[in-house]
């Protein structure tokens, strides 16, 4: 398996414009999530999907910020519209999750927004 | 107070030496996870936990869920050991909680 994949790597843009990230999760994990990492604010969980239904988007910081899981292989996570203070790398991460709780989680390479 | 602690935040130390970060947490939990980011970013889950000790080469994690308390030990440490490594604990459905993560560095 190529494990979970992430695009773009990186995306520089500018303020106001739409950034989608995209995320393929790894075949048979029925649980996705997206993170963002900041230098400020470490690690922080922006929302995750079991069997393609949003379970907790609390994490979401406002309206500009929108995800999708149309499908079991695919979720995006667009951002409309960007902001300076959006610039973060953002993990997507997925898992296997039974009712005896949830295993390793395996994350992507993340992909590096930079907003101008 | 965050309800996941780490320490210590940063860590030097020689080849070959045996090497603990702690991770300690406020919160009722299911499960646990170690997780390992190098400098190029990526990161990689090293462990789940829900009780007791798990072995994976050189790395062993504990933890004590009475004492709301994890280890994570390094045997015999390597350069390439150099990371940060992050204590993560899933409190309530799968959102996961980050400690603010230790910034390991292991000199030759």
């Known amino acids: 398996d190529a494990g979970v994949i992430q695009s773009p790597r990186h995306e520089v843009t500018e303020m106001g414009q739409e950034v989608t990230l995209r995320c393929k999760p790894i075949s048979g994990h029925n649980s996705l999530f997206w993170y963002r990492q900041t230098m400020m604010r470490g690690l922080e969980l922006l929302i995750y999907?079991?069997?393609?239904?949003?379970?907790?988007d609390s994490g979401m910081p406002e309206d500009r910020f929108s995800a999708k899981m149309p499908n079991a292989s695919f979720s995006t996570l667009k951002i409309q519209p960007s902001e300076p203070r959006d610039s973060a790398v953002y993990f997507c991460?997925?898992?296997?999750?039974?009712?005896?709780?949830?295993?390793?989680?395996?994350f992507g390479a993340g992909s590096r927004l930079t907003v101008l | 107070k965050n309800e996941v602690e780490q320490s210590p935040q940063n860590l030097t130390a020689q080849e070959g030496e045996f090497i603990t970060i702690n991770c300690s947490y406020s919160v009722g939990i299911s499960a646990l996870h170690w997780l390992q980011q190098h400098p190029g970013g990526g990161i990689v889950s090293l462990f789940m936990l829900s009780s007791g000790k798990k072995k994976h080469g050189r790395l062993i994690a504990t933890i004590n869920i009475q004492e709301k308390h994890s280890s994570l030990h390094i045997t015999a440490s390597h350069p390439r050991d150099s990371a940060v490594y992050i204590c993560?604990?899933?409190?309530?459905?799968?959102?996961?909680?980050f400690g603010e993560g230790t910034q390991l560095t292991v000199n030759p």
């Open positions: 991460a997925s898992s296997h999750t039974s009712g005896s709780g949830a295993n390793v989680l395996t």
């Open positions: 999907f079991n069997n393609n239904v949003p379970i907790d």
């Open positions: 993560a604990v899933v409190a309530s459905g799968s959102r996961l909680t």
